[in-house]
């Protein structure tokens, strides 16, 4: 008898573990991945097969009499036995649900799912994404001999339109109205016949490979980028998810590499996946890969609908893909054989998942890598601190440099500008008065600008000059951003919107200062600079890029173009623009306040800081025009800053590792960070000190001295979407496993009915 491991789609703790099925004789299409209907107490649910195996193996005392069979399965299988594998080694280290971590292979909106009626009864909904089946109409044996009648009009019309091509049944409704009974009719006439095909969502045509395609050019690789691909391939050959850093400033060719390594594992008959930051998934970027691949190229990203992207994952498991290009989410899809996976940008704090199962992309990559006997790479201009470290003390990292710039052009010089002088000077505008003239220079001469902004909005906050008062969110503890456009007040964290009012709502003042600069501000100012300058006035576009401009599908293409297609313009956003933009024109880039993440209150926001700076002052001078970099900030003397302005990342780490070692922090430690939250502030911080308690005795049981819990104290944003919250930290010496010691703990609590609580082992940040 057969016998079927079932992980119910139910996510909660309690039901983490798989439940023993009989697959009857009736259904042989049972597969591990696929989504099968059960019983499962007084109710139906679905689940996903996770394993199959003959009732011998069960233990003696189980009376297989007793358990219930599979009702039906629901779907083709969506993962293999990898993928299990994967989802429980996520599941395990993150303390996350197996249902959760099992989820993450599955297609986007792709999934049936069981709904609560009405009435209260289970019901099983269908998915709501599947394929998309065209009709054709295509001409048939008789077409050419076939002469309709002369008052046949409709045939007529349809057999003149086909004479061009075949024509889908869609496009023939809309320009002859209904012409079901006209195609039968000539179906029955053999004049033509209807085909079914297959229509991929967000794709111009079908995926075939043409005759005609060229890949692009590859360039000739200098002596540095020759040498990190020879490393690439070199653990590619060794098959034992050996991790290569490729360490290259802005404009080194990282790419390139990636490119032509992609090409040997490919000629090898093998497959790569490629992550880029959600931010990076540029038109330029993913064109990159479509030129020198061509139709074997996948792409995931969120700006996509669930269409598109249900579209793609088919795509990839049909296995007529061989190159997967995406955010995190890309390394879930049902790619075979893998044999390189790339992570760009590896440093970006967006591949760590802000929801359960809170992962880290690059700690799954090289999991996978290891399962598949594959090689990770990892490219970065600004390597994070862990990359460093592991390079330094694990022997399967290597770390290759690429130092200059791939055409030999030097990296722009950075001037920082310190704001505080500028002020004491007299000087009142949020452009200091050198960047003022750069600006001048570099649109008269026709060239493009970049401004960077870390902050979206007209301006941070509105403050009473009378009593003190700022506008709150009511639901989170942080001021309202105000926007010009409509005059309102946002919360860009729950998404509350409220009018500004033109009186202070407590004094009745009418003095309401905005303070802070938000990108529409920026904008505004910008522009009546700009209207000042001699030759430039308003025939210079300002081009914005933020959250707010590019909501809307498409939009971030559509603003890209038209910076690229300006002769000369002005390329405003927030970090968005701050990497995979490659513009040959851009001469000046500025960065308005530098001090954004530098003054937040978390252990990372001076490798931020220098992050940031060093990655937009990137996009100045990549061709054959000098770049210039000028950077703004009120603290000029910050070590971060000082050590992005002359790219010296060794005088950053000698200022920031002994802070980080002394305090215990990353990479000298590991870190899980237990936050709760609930609408009674009592409630939860009373059930986080209970959890404390029990925690600090479970750790020093099971761990000793070695490790460190931290009491709890609030979030610094304490309150958010109408909850308080409050975090306890646990710190681990670096060689510790968290799941052996914490998972019995959350995995036997019982849930508090007003305070939830999550679980996020190495957190990237602790705000």
Same mark, same amino acid.
């Given at each position: 008898?057969?016998?079927?491991?079932?992980?119910? #789609?139910?996510?909660?703790?309690?039901?983490?573990?798989?439940? $023993?099925?009989?697959? *009857?004789?009736?259904?042989? #299409?049972?597969?591990?991945?696929?989504?099968?209907?059960?019983?499962?107490?007084?109710?139906?649910?679905?689940?996903?097969?996770?394993?199959?195996?003959?009732?011998?193996? !069960?233990?003696?005392?189980?009376?297989?009499?007793?358990?219930? *069979?599979?009702?039906?399965?629901?779907?083709?299988?969506?993962?293999?036995?990898?993928?299990?594998?994967?989802?429980?080694?996520?599941?395990?280290?993150?303390?996350?649900?197996?249902?959760?971590?099992?989820?993450?292979?599955?297609?986007?909106?792709?999934?049936?799912?069981?709904?609560?009626?009405?009435?209260?009864?289970?019901?099983?909904?269908?998915?709501?994404?599947?394929?998309?089946?065209?009709?054709?109409?295509?001409?048939?044996?008789?077409?050419?001999?076939?002469?309709?009648?002369?008052?046949?009009?409709?045939?007529?019309?349809?057999?003149?339109?086909?004479?061009?091509?075949?024509?889908?049944?869609?496009?023939?409704?809309?320009?002859?109205?209904?012409?079901?009974?006209?195609?039968?009719?000539?179906?029955?006439?053999?004049?033509?016949?209807?085909?079914?095909?297959?229509? !991929?969502?967000?794709?111009? @045509?079908?995926?075939?490979?043409?005759?005609?395609?060229?890949?692009?050019?590859?360039?000739?690789?200098?002596?540095?980028?020759?040498?990190?691909?020879?490393?690439?391939?070199?653990?590619?050959?060794?098959?034992?998810?050996?991790?290569?850093?490729? #360490?290259?400033?802005?404009?080194?060719?990282? $790419?390139?590499?990636?490119?032509?390594?992609?090409?040997?594992?490919?000629?090898?008959?093998?497959?790569?996946?490629?992550?880029?930051?959600?931010?990076?998934?540029? *038109?330029?970027?993913?064109?990159?890969?479509?030129?020198?691949?061509?139709?074997?190229?996948?792409?995931?990203?969120?700006?996509?609908?669930?269409?598109?992207?249900?579209?793609?994952?088919?795509?990839?498991?049909?296995? &007529?893909?061989?190159?997967?290009?995406?955010?995190?989410?890309?390394?879930?899809?049902?790619?075979?054989?893998?044999?390189?996976?790339?992570?760009?940008?590896?440093?970006?704090?967006?591949?760590?998942?802000?929801?359960?199962?809170?992962? &880290?992309?690059?700690?799954?990559?090289?999991?996978? $890598?290891?399962?598949?006997?594959?090689?990770?790479?990892?490219?970065?201009?600004?390597?994070?601190?862990?990359?460093?470290?592991?390079?330094?003390?694990?022997?399967?990292?290597?770390?290759?440099?690429?130092?200059?710039?791939?055409?030999?052009?030097?990296? *722009?010089?950075?001037?920082?500008?310190?704001?505080?002088?500028?002020?004491?000077?007299?000087?009142?505008?949020?452009?200091?008065?050198?960047?003022?003239?750069?600006?001048?220079?570099?649109?008269?001469?026709?060239?493009?600008?970049?401004?960077?902004?870390?902050?979206?909005?007209?301006?941070?906050?509105?403050?009473?000059?009378?009593?003190?008062?700022?506008?709150?969110?009511?639901?989170?503890?942080?001021?309202?951003?105000?926007?010009?456009?409509?005059?309102?007040?946002?919360?860009?964290?729950?998404?509350?919107?409220?009018?500004?009012?033109?009186?202070?709502?407590?004094?009745?003042?009418?003095?309401?200062?905005?303070?802070?600069?938000?990108?529409?501000?920026?904008?505004?100012?910008?522009?009546?600079?700009?209207?000042?300058?001699?030759?430039?006035?308003?025939?210079?576009?300002?081009?914005?890029?933020?959250?707010?401009?590019?909501?809307?599908?498409?939009?971030?293409?559509?603003?890209?173009?038209?910076?690229?297609?300006?002769?000369?313009?002005?390329?405003?956003? $927030?970090?968005?623009?701050?990497?995979?933009?490659?513009?040959?024109?851009?001469?000046?880039?500025?960065?308005?306040? +530098?001090?954004?993440?530098?003054?937040?209150?978390?252990?990372?926001?001076?490798?931020?800081?220098?992050?940031?700076?060093? @990655?937009?002052?990137?996009?100045?001078?990549?061709?054959?025009?000098?770049?210039?970099?000028?950077?703004?900030?009120?603290?000029?003397?910050?070590?971060?800053?000082?050590?992005?302005?002359?790219?010296?990342?060794?005088?950053?780490?000698?200022?920031?590792?002994?802070?980080?070692?002394?305090?215990?922090?990353?990479?000298?430690?590991?870190?899980?960070?237990?936050?709760?939250?609930?609408?009674?502030?009592?409630?939860?911080?009373?059930?986080?000190?209970?959890?404390?308690?029990?925690?600090?005795?479970?750790?020093? /049981?099971?761990?000793?001295?070695?490790? @460190?819990? !931290?009491?709890?104290?609030?979030?610094?944003?304490?309150?958010?979407?109408?909850?308080?919250?409050? &975090?306890?930290?646990?710190?681990?010496?670096?060689?510790?496993?968290?799941?052996?010691?914490?998972?019995?703990?959350?995995?036997?609590?019982?849930?508090?009915?007003?305070?939830?609580? +999550?679980?996020?082992?190495?957190?990237? /940040?602790?705000?």
């Amino acid at each position: 008898m057969n016998l079927a491991s079932v992980i119910l #789609d139910i996510q909660t703790q309690a039901l983490d573990a798989p439940y $023993t099925y009989v697959v *009857p004789d009736d259904l042989p #299409d049972v597969s591990v991945g696929c989504a099968v209907l059960v019983e499962f107490g007084h109710r139906r649910a679905v689940g996903f097969v996770v394993k199959l195996w003959e009732d011998e193996e !069960l233990e003696s005392d189980v009376n297989v009499s007793k358990l219930n *069979p599979l009702l039906r399965v629901v779907s083709s299988p969506y993962f293999d036995e990898q993928g299990v594998s994967c989802a429980q080694w996520i599941a395990e280290r993150y303390i996350a649900p197996l249902s959760a971590s099992i989820r993450l292979f599955t297609p986007p909106g792709g999934v049936p799912r069981m709904v609560r009626t009405a009435r209260g009864y289970w019901q099983l909904e269908e998915p709501t994404v599947g394929e998309v089946d065209d009709r054709w109409v295509v001409p048939g044996e008789n077409f050419n001999s076939f002469e309709p009648r002369k008052n046949a009009i409709k045939q007529t019309a349809v057999v003149a339109a086909l004479q061009s091509g075949e024509l889908r049944m869609a496009e023939l409704t809309t320009e002859f109205g209904s012409v079901s009974a006209t195609i039968k009719s000539l179906v029955d006439k053999g004049v033509v016949k209807v085909e079914h095909r297959r229509r !991929l969502r967000g794709v111009p @045509q079908q995926r075939e490979h043409h005759g005609n395609f060229v890949p692009s050019k590859k360039h000739i690789l200098n002596t540095n980028q020759t040498r990190a691909l020879e490393a690439i391939q070199t653990a590619c050959a060794k098959g034992n998810g050996e991790v290569v850093l490729v #360490d290259g400033v802005t404009g080194s060719g990282k $790419t390139e590499v990636y490119l032509q390594a992609i090409e040997a594992v490919l000629k090898a008959g093998r497959n790569a996946c490629v992550l880029v930051p959600e931010i990076s998934l540029t *038109p330029q970027t993913v064109a990159r890969f479509r030129g020198r691949f061509g139709s074997v190229v996948a792409v995931m990203h969120s700006r996509m609908s669930q269409g598109e992207r249900y579209d793609q994952w088919d795509f990839i498991r049909s296995g &007529h893909a061989r190159v997967v290009v995406g955010a995190r989410s890309a390394l879930f899809t049902p790619l075979r054989n893998i044999g390189l996976i790339v992570i760009d940008e590896e440093h970006e704090s967006s591949y760590k998942q802000d929801s359960a199962p809170r992962y &880290h992309a690059r700690d799954v990559a090289e999991f996978i $890598t290891q399962q598949h006997n594959a090689a990770l790479v990892l490219g970065s201009a600004t390597p994070s601190v862990e990359a460093l470290y592991a390079c330094a003390k694990n022997p399967k990292w290597t770390q290759v440099q690429l130092p200059t710039r791939a055409n030999g052009k030097p990296l *722009p010089e950075i001037t920082v500008i310190d704001m505080a002088k500028e002020f004491n000077s007299g000087s009142r505008s949020m452009f200091s008065a050198k960047l003022k003239r750069a600006l001048g220079d570099e649109l008269r001469a026709g060239h493009k600008v970049v401004l960077l902004l870390n902050q979206r909005g007209f301006a941070k906050f509105l403050l009473c000059r009378d009593c003190g008062f700022v506008p709150e969110c009511p639901s989170c503890s942080t001021s309202l951003t105000y926007h010009e456009q409509g005059g309102m007040l946002v919360c860009h964290h729950c998404g509350h919107k409220e009018p500004a009012p033109r009186l202070c709502p407590k004094c009745g003042s009418p003095y309401l200062k905005k303070f802070g600069a938000g990108t529409q501000r920026v904008e505004a100012e910008l522009r009546g600079l700009l209207n000042q300058e001699p030759g430039v006035g308003e025939v210079v576009p300002i081009i914005r890029m933020d959250a707010d401009t590019t909501s809307k599908k498409g939009a971030h293409q559509r603003l890209l173009e038209e910076f690229a297609n300006a002769q000369a313009a002005v390329l405003l956003g $927030t970090q968005m623009i701050a990497k995979g933009l490659d513009f040959e024109d851009v001469t000046l880039v500025g960065v308005i306040n +530098a001090d954004t993440q530098l003054n937040l209150p978390d252990y990372r926001a001076a490798e931020r800081t220098f992050d940031l700076i060093e @990655q937009v002052a990137g996009r100045a001078g990549r061709a054959n025009l000098p770049g210039r970099v000028m950077v703004q900030t009120y603290a000029a003397d910050a070590y971060a800053i000082q050590a992005a302005a002359s790219y010296n990342r060794a005088q950053f780490l000698r200022a920031e590792l002994p802070k980080r070692k002394l305090l215990g922090y990353p990479p000298y430690v590991r870190m899980a960070n237990i936050l709760l939250w609930g609408e009674d502030e009592a409630e939860v911080q009373t059930e986080a000190r209970a959890v404390y308690g029990a925690l600090k005795q479970v750790v020093f /049981d099971q761990a000793g001295d070695s490790w @460190q819990v !931290l009491p709890p104290c609030p979030c610094v944003l304490e309150r958010l979407r109408g909850n308080y919250r409050y &975090h306890l930290v646990i710190k681990a010496p670096l060689s510790s496993d968290f799941a052996p010691v914490l998972t019995p703990y959350f995995r036997t609590r019982k849930p508090h009915k007003q305070v939830n609580l +999550a679980i996020d082992i190495d957190p990237n /940040d602790l705000l």
